[in-house]
């Protein structure tokens, strides 16, 4: 089994930054992917990024290329999601999440762990 805990969420204006910060603990090597996925009122859920931890490359969903960056630690056990000139529309619930998948950015329902997740209000 693998936790996952975030933190750094918080209230920011339109046009500044935020780093969410998530740490795994318990089986760290059951898995090849750790990412991201939020959510926001009466919306759907929505993948956001992932990076992989064998060959380290990252997938990012079109709302958020070139404004977020995901980065994991050597260890593969920290996932930092460095967010920059947020847009209200970027308000919503953000999940840290950890599974396998096949190096594409995950749909959300296709990882196996997730954490309780942190708020990220833009305004």
């Known amino acids: 089994h693998v936790q996952l805990v975030e933190s750094g969420g918080g209230s920011v204006q339109a046009g500044g930054s935020l780093r969410l910060t998530c740490a795994a603990s318990?089986?760290?090597?059951?898995?090849?992917?750790m990412g991201w996925f939020r959510q926001a009122p009466g919306k759907e859920r929505e993948g956001v990024a992932a990076?992989?931890?064998?060959?380290?490359?990252?997938y990012y969903a079109d709302s958020v290329k070139g404004r977020f960056t995901i980065s994991l630690n050597n260890a593969k056990n920290t996932a930092i999601l460095e967010m920059g000139n947020l847009k209200p529309e970027d308000t919503a619930m953000y999940y840290c999440?950890?599974?396998?998948?096949?190096?594409?950015?995950?749909?959300?329902?296709?990882?196996?762990?997730r954490g309780q997740g942190t708020q990220v209000t833009v305004s």
């Open positions: 999440a950890a599974g396998n998948s096949d190096f594409t950015l995950p749909e959300p329902y296709e990882y196996a762990y």
């Open positions: 318990g089986r760290t090597d059951s898995y090849n992917v």
């Open positions: 990076r992989y931890t064998g060959d380290d490359k990252a």
